[in-house]
């Protein structure tokens, strides 16, 4: 009895041939299926295309009216007007926003100070007005914070029309250290 060996290089006889005959035969269905199915796609594409011209309505281009260079002009002469009154707006709000930080700063400064005499008279006044001192320390500390929160909360309020008529453009008008 042979022996059978199981040798994957063996030769099969007529397969190459066969094999070239079924490959040239899928392509060429291929490329006749594939033709077809591209045309058919064309033509849809085409014929949605020419839908939508139809229904999309057609703007009239308007001429030029004798009273357009004065239109333009009064509304630059306005945009002009509105730039400057902005730009004093912007430099009263720098200065309330300083005068702001200055009162923060005094109390910053107070608390400190009202901090210091507390403790350099602990034991030597009486306790009931050490007590008072403390609770003067507490709201001077309670508004300092909520001063500077008040900044803040103003600042961000005044900035945020600001980049949303400017977009992303990554430039504030104005520094936050002014």
């Known amino acids: ?31 006749k299926f594939g033709r077809k199915w591209y045309a058919a796609g ?7 295309a020419t839908n939508e011209a139809e229904v999309r309505p ?17 509304l630059v002469a306005r945009n002009e007007e509105l730039e400057k009154e902005l730009k004093g707006k912007d430099k009263g709000i720098v200065s ?10 005094y109390l910053v400064s107070a608390h400190n100070d009202m901090v210091s005499i507390i403790e350099r008279s602990s034991g030597v006044v009486p ?6 001192l ?16 008040s900044i803040i909360k103003s600042w961000k309020e005044y900035l945020k029309p600001v980049s949303e008529s400017h977009g992303s453009s990554g430039s504030s008008k104005l520094s936050k250290d002014n």
Request: glycine content about 4%; overall charge negative.
């Open 58 to 74: 057609t703007v009239a281009p308007t001429r030029k009216s004798e009273d357009s260079p004065d239109l333009i002009a009064s």
């Open 134 to 149: 403390y609770n003067l320390a507490l709201d001077l500390d309670t508004g300092k914070i909520q001063c500077a929160e």
């Open 1 to 31: 009895m042979p022996v059978f060996s199981s040798n994957t290089d063996m030769e099969i006889p007529g397969m190459d041939a066969e094999a070239c005959a079924s490959s040239a035969d899928h392509l060429s269905s291929v490329k």
């Open 96 to 105: 309330f926003k300083k005068a702001a930080i200055d009162v923060r700063d």
């Open 127 to 132: 306790d009931w007005l050490e007590k008072d």
């Open 42 to 48: 064309f033509e849809a594409g085409l014929a949605q």
